[in-house]
């Protein structure tokens, strides 16, 4: 099952045909059936609200908490095949190598402690061997204080003095990209971590700049800043010109959302192509760093996650 197009120059109606075909598929029918739905009637916008709800009630585990902390469901063992059926079929499961053979810049998603040294590991191993890189490579994340489980996995890898997600990436890019210091830093503290933000650029020797940024939340008297919010801060510090092809890097269960929130927030409003892939499982972290076991709960919250990007993005679309 094929996401909406990214490449640059993608119609609103081809994007919106393309959104109508994941949503509608068999194995998103086949979900909502299992678990007691009826699928929704109404145009595409009605039939994207209907999944909205049914999926708040079924499949949000984590009830507003952060990821980690989601409720693990029990499910049967058919139930769980099913589901991890749909998650390969949807392409929440397998990594995907890069399309072409070279990009404009290469957009890293911050997440969780472990995630962030992976992801900084592959995007440099994808500068270095696979992807020429002609503008920036851009690692985006937030002042999200560390939970105290990833600052334990952060001290059995021995690095040891990150307290926020941005400190991660920023260590992942010293280690991955063998440097130092940065070239510039600049940022505004603001006093409270749901406002504040940074920049740190660095230039690495036979590579593309490498630029860290801490983005602000776009409601900070709610919440921290999300995935939406990182890619608009970095379009607004980078010149993106229509046409130009983004190639983002996160981990494959985030694919299909994080896919669909950059069609919104990059494509539409500015023109470029996106192509989303997933580290490669092979690929190794600059520092030991396990790996969290995805359960058929993590899926379907991650799928409900899909479907809640996709519904932005029509009503984005349908409003253009």
Do not use: K, N
Not at 48 to 64: K, P, T, V
Not at 174 to 198: I, K, M, N, Q, Y
Not at 264 to 291: F, K, M, N, Q, W
Not at 297 to 318: D, F, K, N, P, V
Request: glycine content about 10%; some cysteine; charged content about 20%.
């Amino acid at each position: 099952m094929t996401l909406p197009g990214g490449a640059a120059g993608t119609t609103r109606e081809r994007l919106l045909a393309g959104v109508r075909s994941w949503v509608e598929s068999t194995p998103v029918r086949r979900l909502v059936t299992h678990f007691g739905g009826d699928w929704p009637d109404g145009d595409l916008a009605a039939v994207l609200a209907g999944l909205d709800a049914f999926s708040a009630r079924r499949w949000d585990f984590r009830q507003g908490r952060e990821r980690p902390d989601a409720r693990e469901p029990a499910f049967d063992p058919a139930t769980a095949g099913l589901v991890l059926s749909a998650a390969a079929e949807l392409g929440l499961v397998r990594a995907v190598t890069p399309a072409r053979s070279g990009y404009a810049h290469l957009l890293v998603l911050g997440g969780l402690a472990h995630a962030c040294l992976r992801r900084t590991a592959y995007a440099a191993v994808l500068a270095r061997t696979a992807a020429e890189v002609t503008g920036e490579v851009a690692v985006l994340g937030s002042f999200r204080p560390l939970s105290a489980a990833e600052s334990r996995t952060l001290d059995a890898a021995g690095l040891s003095g990150c307290a926020t997600e941005v400190d991660v990436l920023d260590a992942g890019v010293r280690l991955a990209f063998g440097v130092t210091e940065p070239d510039d830093e600049r940022g505004e503290p603001a006093g409270h971590p749901h406002r504040a933000w940074s920049s740190r650029t660095y230039r690495p020797a036979g590579l593309p700049p490498v630029r860290v940024l801490a983005a602000p939340s776009s409601e900070p008297d709610r919440r921290r800043a999300h995935t939406a919010d990182t890619q608009r801060f970095w379009a607004e510090h980078v010149r993106l010109r229509a046409g130009d092809p983004v190639l983002m890097v996160t981990a494959p269960i985030y694919v299909p959302f994080q896919h669909c929130d950059a069609l919104r927030t990059l494509a539409v409003p500015y023109g470029c192509g996106i192509e989303t892939v997933g580290v490669d499982p092979a690929a190794r972290a600059a520092v030991d760093v396990p790996e969290p076991t995805l359960t058929p709960g993590r899926y379907l919250q991650e799928i409900r996650s899909a479907l809640r990007s996709m519904r932005a993005l029509h009503a984005t679309l349908a409003a253009g």
